[in-house]
C-alpha cells in the first residue's frame, strides 16, 4: 500500500532520514521501531506530508504523493496520530468525533439556510456513526466528556476514533503507549486488532514497548541513523545483531534479557 524509495531528509547539515526505502503491505501492522534520533517521527512526518523530503519518493497505491499536503492525503484515506494527542479540548469526545469529516453539509451557509433537512439528516447520519465508534471503543460512558478532562490513555482511545470517522486506507500511529497505563494499552491494541482484522484497516506504527509491538506486528521495521536496518518478524529483530548494537546495550536488548528472565532461558546471543 505504501513504498517509500530513498528517502532522504536533511535539516541544514543534519540528515535525518538517511536513503530509506520501505514497503507497508496492505492489511498489515507493521511496526517500525529504533533508537531515539532513527529518524521514524521524521519518516512518518514526510510520508503525511507534514514536510517535503529533500530527495526521494512516496507511494500510496502506486500513485505518487511524495509531498502532497496532509488533507490531500486525509482525502486520499491517509490518516495520522501524534505521540502528543491534539484534541479539541473544550469540545466533548462525540464533537471531536463529528469534528473530523470533510465537507458536511451543515459547513455551507446556503445548505444549512436553505435545505435544513440535508443539513439535518447529515447531522444524524455523523451523529450515528459517532455513537457507534465510541461503542467499538467502549468509551460511551465519556461521550459527553470534555476531550481535555480525558487521561492520557483516553486520548489516544479517542484520536483513534477520530481515524475511524472517515474511510481510512493506512492510519500511522506515533507511539500510541506513550504515557498509556498497561491495562488501556491493552483496550488499544484490542481495537486496532479488531479493526485490522474486521474492517481491514492497514497500520503502521511507531512503538518503543516491545512486548505491544510482539502482540500487534508483523512485521517489525527497523531504523538506525535515518536508515532502514532490517526487517522481519518481532522475534527476528530482537534476536539480530546489528539491531542490539544499534540499541548500545539498551531497548531490545534489554526487553529481551527481561522476557528471557521471566521465561528462564537465556537471552539471545
Known sequence: MIRVENLVKRFGGIVAVNDASLE???????????PNGAGKTTLFNI???????TSGQVFLDDQNITGLPPHELFARGLLRTFQIAHEFGTL?????????????????LWTACLRPRNYKQSERDITARADEILEFL???????????????GQKKLLELGRTMMVD????????????????????????????NKERGYTFCMIEHDMDFISRLCDPVIVMAEGAVLTRGS????????????????TGLKNTAIQSAARQDTPPAQ
Open 24 to 34: 507497508i503491505d496492505k492489511g498489515s501492522i507493521t511496526g517500525l521501531i529504533g
Open 47 to 53: 510520508i503525511a506530508g507534514a514536510f517535503p523530503p
Open 92 to 108: 466533548t469526545v462525540r464533537e471531536n468525533l463529528m469534528m473530523v469529516p470533510g465537507s458536511q453539509s451543515g459547513e455551507s
Open 138 to 152: 467502549n468509551i460511551t460512558h465519556l461521550a459527553d466528556e470534555a476531550a481535555g478532562n480525558l487521561s492520557g
Open 168 to 195: 481510512a486506507k493506512i492510519v500511522f500511529l506515533d507511539e500510541v503507549g506513550a504515557g498509556v497505563n498497561r491495562t488501556l494499552l491493552n483496550t488499544i491494541g484490542d481495537a486496532i486488532l479488531r479493526l
Open 234 to 249: 518481532a522475534e527476528e529483530v530482537k534476536s539480530n545483531e546489528q539491531v542490539i548494537e544499534a540499541y548500545l546495550g
